[in-house]
């Protein structure tokens, strides 16, 4: 089996995977320094590796554990690469007993070992020249033994590798005189941020991104690619907790990108970070005390016994469990780490991350009783007592809301408001993470350029593009042409231009670099509308009646007729035109009672339309599968609105599957700017608070609609009151039934059929109900 | 293909203290070659409810005449242009809502940048893909405002309940229509 030549294993062995391209599917140039996307490597020494079937049987189940197994069956080839090696990566090896007597006295000092499991025929004979040897954990000749010993030992690495990546740091300080472990801490829970939350990046998804780059990565791997094959076929965002909690390669790459703080693998995870987000969101469990055993170095444990009250923040995903004595259970001894057992509060409120039971979700697995609860990545604990008890350490942690951090909630509120995503660059630079904040602002620029690109390059090729406009001439089907126009196309006019083509592909055409002189006079064909430069205008001998021009002149200050100062101005001239070349042909139709063609042109101009107003208002374009509406009540402190509020409820039941009521503006605002901005709220606010309490609340983006109900108090309010419930229950369903409508329009220019259907279905719904109880003329 | 000219006003609307107008053009629009009639309406004969005019100055006049009522206008961009350059001053404050219904895509982005009169006013800006749905959507509305002054005369209710029917029951089939143009891919079919 060995190394497949071409693959990941081998572009690593051969020292060349240093600046592989992370990403063509993105179109990314940026170049990744990372060796591997587990955070150990597999290295196999044996003169028959490759020879032996036993042995290239055992490669593949090696490779179940690590996905990243390099082979060699040289001792010098093999301790040169391991001398290249950088001291931060983390190798285990193993050796046969012959090449492993030659080879571990040269190598075992080397920084990049961190064990070494010699694997032979005579144990007892090379028992005797390991015993030297700290770092050989075992001499075995049984491969089954070999493999559990080594996943045992992998899961503990792991666990290691768990506490050196969390971070501790102060709870109270200001922004402007932030320290560089707080920093760390913010700069991370920033990035999350705007991976999780819409609204943020251009790019919808990375599903395919990630795809591709696990598929570089395991292309030596018959298992791992069908692993890949399984992830791509079967994954869905209601599954993502699923592939989490799966003993996979997918697990070790989330693990390592999240605790070395990956960016570049950290973006393509984004998809599946944003699907577990929700998952667990919607999962959320309740109040909670729950341990988990931690190894930790010692010197780690004297950073938190002599800071206590600092907080710790956890880079990956955490598991823990209710059952501490079925936990304390497992422990073993360790001699070169203390094991702590971490005794967590966690209280979910506004700012805390979600975290749920596992049982909730088809992932459950009762044997693994330390995964019974699953934290969302990046979530931060308030550091309390650490005492030593009955040969462990006892950590106290409470889980600790964003808003006790005043440091990350006003730089989280700044970067909401200002979207400025340079907040994360400038504080990596702060802690001299120079390296990081370079990748984070390629790696955002490249995120803007692929979405221009994508839609200038891309969409541009499926253009009709004509050598010359001479042999144009000659196509009668063209009827729009577009000279030396091109250099100026942004991303806007690329993509309504996309959009005209793919609608009518026969009768546009581009015509680029024409620098022939044009003599339209001797041109016999009719119905021409050219649109071009003012200086290309400019070279036209003579015009012809029977040729209409529409000009680009960036200096057209007289306003001339025809002459548009903007390439936008310009194309939606050009969509015009195309929109009236239908209504000719409707005109034509009509006159032939052909209905049949009066129809089609009216579907192709709404069609037209609907796609033209989404590239310029681009309406809600995150529209999840699932889309939420809750119902707010901002509820009258004498709660003289009792007797409405469950007939509403009950009778919207259909329509809001979440009702929430507050009774103090403030709790309202605390919800609002917590909330995910994933659900549309419908709000009802009592009279009793002010008018202006209203228009206020309107600025949130997912408030859709709002209500003010109860008695009149301004007669002279610009504002309708709804005094009565029938009144509120009418305006419900009213603007329900405009709401449904609107996403189902919004799902059609997604092409997301289902869901189109479904609420175009629940608009005819409201439909009847509004016929039936409200214009009843009984 | 029925448009604007096919619009039957029903004259119990304009007993209501509240009244809606629609303003539209029979020239062809400034910018447009092709024919007049761009707006389709297949539920002209069911929007009893609009009351029609083709002249601006007659439209402007009723409402000044009738300052005691509120209205509600839907107006072509140009006719809303129109209103706009007419020197005199704007004075109409019985207008309670307008929306504005765009013959051309420019005219539809240049009207959305609309910084004239009446922008605060203005609740909708629309091509001719969506305006006869908004124009069933609001009849619905409106007739739900004013029907409660027609509550003693028993046979205009009735007749006003059941043009809110008919209105429902247009939507409904607007909606089917979309139910129907849905390919499994989401896109939509051609026939």
Same mark, same amino acid.
């Given at each position: ?86 001291? @931060? ?92 472990? $707080? ?87 984004? &998809? ?44 990956? &995903? ?23 057992? &971490? ?22 697995? @009762? ?32 889980? $600790? ?14 970067? /909401? ?20 904040? /370079? ?74 670099? @024409? $620098? ?19 200086? &290309?205008?400019? $070279? ?69 339309? /609907? ?34 509020? @469950? ?132 | ?25 029979? !020239? ?75 013959? !051309? ?81 989401? !896109?939509?079919?051609?026939?």
């Amino acid at each position: 089996m060995g190394n497949r030549p071409g693959s990941f294993i081998d572009k690593l062995k051969n020292r060349i995977y240093r600046k592989h391209s992370i990403s063509k599917s993105s179109q990314s140039n940026i170049t990744t320094e990372n060796t591997s996307l587990e955070t150990f490597l597999l290295v196999w020494l044996d003169p028959n590796i490759d020879t032996s079937k036993e042995n290239i049987r055992t490669q593949k189940r090696l490779r179940k554990i690590l996905t990243c197994l390099l082979t060699f069956n040289k001792v010098d080839e093999c301790r040169r690469w391991l001398e290249k090696c950088y001291n @931060e990566e983390k190798i285990i090896l193993i050796v046969s007993g012959a090449y492993g007597q030659e080879i571990v006295p040269k190598i075992h000092d080397l920084s990049c070992i961190v064990s070494i499991y010699v694997y032979c025929l005579d144990v007892e004979r090379n028992k005797i020249w390991s015993k030297d040897f700290r770092k050989i954990r075992g001499v075995e000749s049984s491969t089954n033994v070999l493999l559990e010993e080594l996943e045992n030992h992998q899961n503990h690495l792991e666990n290691i590798e768990d506490s050196r990546a969390l971070r501790i740091c102060q709870q109270n300080e200001p922004a402007h005189s932030i320290e560089n472990r $707080t920093a760390s801490l913010v700069w991370y829970r920033l990035l999350l941020e705007i991976l999780i939350q819409p609204n943020y990046l251009p790019t919808k998804g990375t599903y395919h991104e990630f795809i591709h780059i696990l598929r570089q990565y395991s292309s030596n791997d018959e298992d791992g690619s069908n692993l890949i094959d399984e992830f791509e076929q079967t994954y869905e965002p209601t599954r993502a907790v699923s592939w989490l909690t799966r003993d996979t390669p997918l697990i070790r790459f989330v693990n390592k990108a999240l605790r070395e703080q990956d960016i570049n693998i950290l973006f393509p995870l984004r &998809f599946l970070l944003v699907d577990i987000y929700t998952q667990l969101t919607k999962n959320q469990a309740p109040s909670l005390n729950v341990f988990r055993l931690q190894l930790m170095p010692k010197t780690q444990i004297e950073d938190l016994r002599s800071n206590p009250g600092r907080l710790i923040i956890v880079n990956g &995903f955490l598991f823990a469990t209710t059952n501490k004595s079925q936990l304390l259970s497992t422990i073993q001894n360790n001699e070169q780490f203390e094991t702590v057992l &971490f005794d967590i509060q966690a209280d979910f409120r506004s700012g805390t991350v979600p975290f749920a039971y596992l049982q909730q979700f088809d992932s459950y697995n @009762e044997q693994q009783i330390e995964r019974e609860i699953l934290f969302m990545c990046g979530s931060i604990f308030e550091v309390g007592s650490l005492r030593y008890e009955n040969s462990i350490w006892r950590l106290q942690l409470r889980l $600790t809301s964003e808003n006790d951090v005043p440091v990350l909630s006003q730089m989280k509120q700044n970067l /909401r408001e200002t979207k400025n995503l340079n907040i994360i660059s400038d504080l990596l630079k702060k802690i001299n993470q120079e390296d990081k904040a /370079r990748i984070f602002a390629e790696r955002i620029a490249n995120e803007q350029l692929t979405t221009a690109v994508t839609s200038n390059s891309q969409q541009i090729k499926s253009i009709q593009i004509q050598s010359n406009f001479n042999e144009l001439l000659t196509n009668e089907n063209i009827l729009f042409v577009l000279i030396n126009l091109s250099t100026y196309f942004n991303e806007s006019t690329s993509a309504v231009l996309k959009i005209l083509c793919s609608i009518e592909p026969r009768i546009i055409s581009i015509v680029d670099n @024409e $620098t022939t002189t044009i003599d339209l006079s001797q041109c016999m064909r009719r119905e021409l509308t050219i649109f071009t430069t003012v200086q &290309f205008a400019n $070279t036209i001998k003579k015009y012809s009646e029977d040729f209409q021009f529409f000009i680009l002149d960036t200096d057209n200050q007289n306003n001339q007729k025809y002459r548009y100062s903007t390439i936008d101005d310009l194309i939606n001239r050009l969509v015009d035109c195309i929109i009236e070349k239908y209504r000719f042909e409707i005109s034509k139709a009509l006159k032939t009672q052909n209905q049949t063609k009066v129809k089609d042109y009216n579907q192709q101009i709404n069609r037209i339309y /609907r796609q033209l107003k989404q590239i310029h208002f681009n309406h809600d374009s995150f529209l999840s599968n699932t889309h939420q509406t809750t119902l707010i009540w901002l509820r009258s402190a004498d709660k003289n609105d009792n007797l409405d509020i @469950e007939p509403v409820n009950q009778s919207f039941r259909d329509y809001f599957p979440m009702n929430l009521h507050f009774f103090q503006e403030s709790e309202l605002r605390e919800y609002l700017a917590a909330d995910n901005h994933q659900t549309d709220l419908f709000l009802i606010i009592s009279s009793d608070y002010q008018m202006d309490t209203l228009v206020d609340l309107r600025q949130y983006s997912n408030i859709k609609y709002t209500y003010y109900y109860g008695e009149m108090k301004d007669k002279n309010s610009e504002y309708k009151i709804l005094s009565t419930r029938d009144d509120l229950c009418y305006q419900l369903t009213y603007d329900l039934l405009e709401y449904y409508g609107n996403l189902g329009e919004q799902y059609r220019i997604n092409n997301q059929a289902k869901q189109a259907r479904q609420m175009f279905s629940k608009a005819q719904r409201l439909c009847q109900i509004l016929s039936e109880n409200y214009f009843s003329s009984k | 293909m029925a448009s604007f000219e096919d619009i039957e006003y029903d004259s119990n609307y304009s007993l209501a203290s509240r009244q809606f107008f629609l303003l539209y053009d029979t !020239t062809i629009p400034s910018q447009c070659a092709g024919p007049s009639s761009v707006i389709v309406l297949n539920n002209a004969s069911i929007l009893k409810f609009i009351c029609p005019y083709n002249n601006l100055l007659c439209c402007r006049n009723y409402i000044h005449d009738h300052n005691q009522k509120m209205f509600t206008i839907a107006l072509s961009d140009d006719k809303m242009n129109e209103w706009n350059d007419d020197n005199n001053q704007i004075t109409e404050t019985n207008i309670r809502k307008v929306f504005i219904f765009c013959e !051309t895509f420019s005219q539809y982005l240049a009207m959305k940048r609309w910084r004239g009169c009446y922008r605060r006013k203005i609740r909708g800006i629309y091509l001719s893909d969506t305006f006869e749905q908004k124009l069933l959507q609001l009849g619905v509305d409106y007739i739900r405002e004013i029907l409660p002054e027609f509550r003693r005369e028993r046979g205009t209710y009735r007749r006003l309940c059941t043009d809110a029917q008919n209105l429902l029951q247009a939507l409904n089939n607007y909606f089917q229509d979309q139910i129907d143009s849905l390919s499994d891919d989401g !896109t939509e079919e051609t026939s």
